[in-house]
C-alpha cells in the first residue's frame, strides 16, 4: 500500500481545513453548552464578572470620582440643587391606570406579557 504523497502546498492546505474544521466544531460545542446551562446558572457568572469588574474600578463609589466632584463644582453646585435634579434625577409615573385601561380594551394582558420567553446572550 503507497502513501498519499503531499507537496508542501497540499499539507498546509489540509492542516487549514482540519484546524478550521476543529474550531467550528469547538466554537459549536461551546454554544450547546451554553444553551444548556440553567438561567439561574447564568445569571450567577454574570454577577460574578460584574462584581470582579466593580472589584477593580478605580473609583466604586460616585462621590469619589473626581470627574464627579468637578461637575458639581462647577456647573451644578451642590448635589440636590434645581440644576442637578432637573438634568440628572429620573422621575416616576405611575402608568398602572394606563395599562388597566388597554386591559379592559382587551390590547394589553399580564398573563400574554409574562410568557414572553426571555432572551439571554448565549442563546
Known amino acids: 500500500m503507497k502513501l498519499v504523497e503531499f507537496t508542501r502546498r497540499q499539507f498546509l492546505k489540509a492542516g487549514m ?3 478550521g474544521g476543529l474550531l467550528i466544531g469547538l466554537k459549536w460545542t461551546n454554544k450547546a453548552y451554553a444553551a444548556i446551562k440553567s438561567q439561574a446558572e447564568y445569571m450567577k457568572d454574570r454577577l460574578k464578572g460584574i462584581y470582579k469588574h466593580d472589584a477593580e474600578m478605580e473609583y466604586r463609589c460616585s462621590q469619589d470620582n473626581p470627574m464627579i466632584s468637578y461637575a458639581y463644582k462647577h456647573f451644578f453646585g451642590h448635589p440636590m440643587s434645581e440644576l442637578a435634579e432637573k438634568l ?3 422621575q416616576y409615573h405611575d402608568r ?5 385601561k388597554l386591559e379592559e380594551q382587551g390590547l394589553f394582558s ?3 406579557f409574562n410568557s414572553i420567553p426571555a432572551h439571554y446572550p448565549f442563546e
Open 17 to 19: 481545513v482540519v484546524t
Open 88 to 90: 440628572l434625577h429620573t
Open 96 to 100: 398602572s391606570a394606563v395599562l388597566k
Open 110 to 112: 399580564w398573563k400574554e
